[in-house]
């Protein structure tokens, strides 16, 4: 099994401190401290400097809109707040106090970019904004919802139900067999570019359940979830999901796909493995090391059983 603290954007570096989340009257001093860090947002994508890591604002931060939902992300080592500021959709840069500073950036391409701490924060805050946009009203009664502790939950001003931000569990996995492991593709991906078989786990199945129901309805290939192996997981901010990783022996080798999920499918050797990670493979080539895919695959590459 591999740390899934190693996993990109997975790293733990400040402690959540969810005891404060409803200390409004703490909160309300913190984010005025003058060391505290405040990164922002408009549309899930992080704001980054010019050399693509991500900005860390201090109070200053607060002028740039008034009344951006905040978010409590926790205090570093240090003891210092950290927050995530969700500016409007409509945040005209060019307008705005921090013009010519820094871009927003696309998530994947600036977490690439990003400290492992950075990473992890600009994670947690695009997944937790990106909730709260598409759960404006109550799933009970309709009514308006409101942000409440610090950012961590939903409350409908209405009927005051309560609401969580959902993270959704995601198997993601590689079936072997003699020396050879399925990786298979999506149409719309770029050409050549193959990843692991990935779906949804549903009500009522464990998530080793889901990884071999999911491999067969995809594939064809039959695994049984008692043997699969966990490797490690992920949070996946697109827009919640949570990764989680196995490599599930297969019973059998003759792919039969679900055109609606995959374009192809093909079993590939140790070698040819270590070529598509490498990105030396003449043909094909797989997810950057940002995503779960790409350690899944190169922990199978890197074993010699
Ligand atoms: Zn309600």
């Not at 809109?65 to 409590?72: K, N, Y």
């Not at 240090?78 to 500073?101: E, H, K, M, N, Y």
């Not at 990003?114 to 009514?143: E, I, V, Y």
């Amino acid at each position: 099994m591999t740390n899934s603290n190693d996993m990109p954007l997975a790293a733990k570096p400040i402690d959540r401190a969810a005891h404060r989340r409803s200390d409004e009257a703490w909160l309300d001093t913190a984010i005025q401290r003058s060391d505290t860090l405040i990164l922002v947002l408009r549309n899930g994508e992080p704001f980054c400097a010019p050399d693509g890591g991500l900005t860390w604002f201090g109070p200053e931060a607060l002028r740039l809109s008034s009344g951006a939902p905040r978010l409590f992300l926790g205090e570093d080592k240090a003891g210092t707040p950290v927050f995530a500021l969700d500016l409007p959709p409509r945040f005209d840069l060019d307008a705005s106090l921090i013009a010519g500073t820094g871009s927003f950036n696309d998530f994947r391409q600036a977490a690439a970019r990003m400290t492992a701490m950075d990473a992890n924060c600009a994670c947690t805050a695009r997944s937790l904004f990106l909730w709260h946009q598409s759960h404006r009203f109550c799933a009970k009664c309709g009514g308006q919802n409101g942000v409440i502790d610090a950012g961590w939950k939903a409350q409908c001003a209405l009927c005051g139900a309560e609401h969580f931000p959902r993270t959704d569990p995601v198997a993601i996995m590689l079936a072997v067999k003699d020396g050879r492991a399925l990786i298979g593709r999506q149409k719309f991906w770029p050409p050549g570019f193959m990843s692991c078989l990935a779906g949804y786990c549903e009500p009522g199945e464990t998530i080793e359940q889901a990884a071999a129901r999911e491999m067969f309805e995809e594939a064809g290939i039959l695994c049984d979830p008692s043997q699969a192996e966990y490797i490690a997981c992920q949070p996946w901010p697109f827009p919640s999901s949570l990764m989680m990783g196995f490599i599930l022996p297969a019973g059998n080798d003759e792919i039969r796909i679900d055109s609606a999920e995959l374009e192809s499918a093909r079993w590939v050797s140790r070698a040819e493995m270590r070529e598509i990670l490498d990105g030396t493979h003449g043909e094909l080539f797989c997810p950057p090391p940002t995503a779960i895919a790409h350690h899944i695959m190169k922990v199978w590459a890197l074993r010699d059983d």
